[in-house]
């Protein structure tokens, strides 16, 4: 028997295109498409912290390859460590933390 449980709820009303879980630090980071006032679709992460219940930090994302990446999930995420091909992306959570 396995139970299920509701790591994060989304707030608002988004077209989400993709998450990750960072089971090292705890951490779910989404990319979801919204549109800003004028009606531009933009995408964005929200990186959420699961031993906070809090978003840590919402950002603009632009770059294309960084997009496509999270969206086809052809990386490897290990303690705020994204690896692709030979390329390695650091997010520092601890930067994003309320103090």
């Known amino acids: 028997m396995f ?3 509701n790591l994060y709820v989304e707030s608002e009303q988004l077209h989400v295109k993709s998450y990750s ?3 090292f630090a705890n951490m779910v980071t989404v990319m979801f498409k919204a549109k800003t006032k004028n009606g531009v ?13 809090e978003v ?3 950002f603009l994302v632009n770059d294309p390859e960084i997009i ?3 969206v086809s999930k052809m ?3 290990i303690n705020g460590h994204y690896y692709f ?6 997010i520092r959570y601890d ?3 309320k103090v």
């Open 95 to 97: 930067r994003f933390s």
């Open 41 to 53: 679709a933009n995408n964005r992460m929200k990186i959420y912290c699961l031993n906070k219940q």
């Open 75 to 77: 990386f490897t995420l």
């Open 3 to 5: 139970a299920i449980s």
């Open 21 to 23: 879980y960072d089971s």
């Open 85 to 90: 091909n030979n390329k390695v992306y650091k």
């Open 68 to 70: 496509g990446r999270f």
């Open 56 to 58: 840590l930090i919402n």
